[in-house]
């Protein structure tokens, strides 16, 4: 089975593909990951993206269609999750080529759908585990008093750079004029499946599941 994880950003998407990896050891494709990768060892396109995800901007679709042609030919486990990607239309018809390319097809798109003042909350307030990627967030789930991550125990805690106010409302932007355009696209093509990404964190989980046992 391979989704997609759809919704702007700070829906959850990555949080629920993680959850999704230890129950049904499923393979989560990140490109946002991918790129902070590629930033942090320092590759020639690392640190030509770098400055375009710091101002909240898409990077070009040539760039994170390569990134994921490369994963798809490796171990894909219970099924692929799409996390972050497609963010454009060129990049959904350039998946469903290299799936198809692979032998392989897309079961579901999982929309989240939550609220614009939600997100910008929720996004301002998120700091993750440099080690494990635990995610936190300072109201509902905040790091414990030691500083050490309640999974790992690593002290190394961080906050995205791109998570402030500026770049923020640059990739709300983005979101809405090129990648909410999907939402069209795969509703037309029978895909399409909503859950409230506003309810806690173990109730989407369990919509999603939900929805997976019945595609
Ligand atoms: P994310 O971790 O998914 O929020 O992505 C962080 C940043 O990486 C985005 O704001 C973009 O600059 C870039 N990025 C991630 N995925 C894509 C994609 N599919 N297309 C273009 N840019 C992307």
Do not use: W
Request: proline share 3%; charged share 25%.
């Amino acid at each position: 089975m391979n989704i997609i994880l759809l919704g702007p950003p700070g829906a959850g998407k990555g949080t629920q593909a993680r959850i999704l990896v230890e129950q049904r050891n499923m393979v989560q494709l990140s490109t946002g990951d991918m790129l902070r990768e590629a930033k942090s060892s320092g590759t020639e396109m690392g640190n030509r993206v770098a400055e375009v995800m710091a101002r909240g901007e898409l990077v070009t679709d040539e760039i994170v269609i390569g990134l994921i042609e490369e994963k798809l030919s490796g171990d894909i486990g219970g099924g692929l999750i799409f996390d972050g990607f497609p963010r454009t239309l060129a990049q959904a018809d350039a998946l469903s080529e290299l799936l198809e390319r692979n032998g392989q097809s897309l079961s579901c798109v999982v929309e989240m759908q939550v609220n614009d003042a939600e997100l910008v909350h929720r996004i301002t307030a998120r700091s993750t585990c440099a080690s494990c990627g635990e995610g936190y967030n300072d109201i509902t789930k905040p790091v414990p008093a030691d500083g050490a991550c309640s999974n790992c125990g690593s002290t190394e805690i961080t906050r995205r750079a791109d998570d402030n106010a500026d770049s923020l409302r640059q990739r709300l932007l983005e979101y809405y004029k090129k990648t909410s355009p999907l939402i069209g696209y795969y509703y037309a093509k029978g895909m399409l499946k909503r859950v409230d990404g506003l309810a806690e964190i173990d109730e989407v989980a369990a919509s999603i599941k939900k929805t997976l046992d019945r595609t």
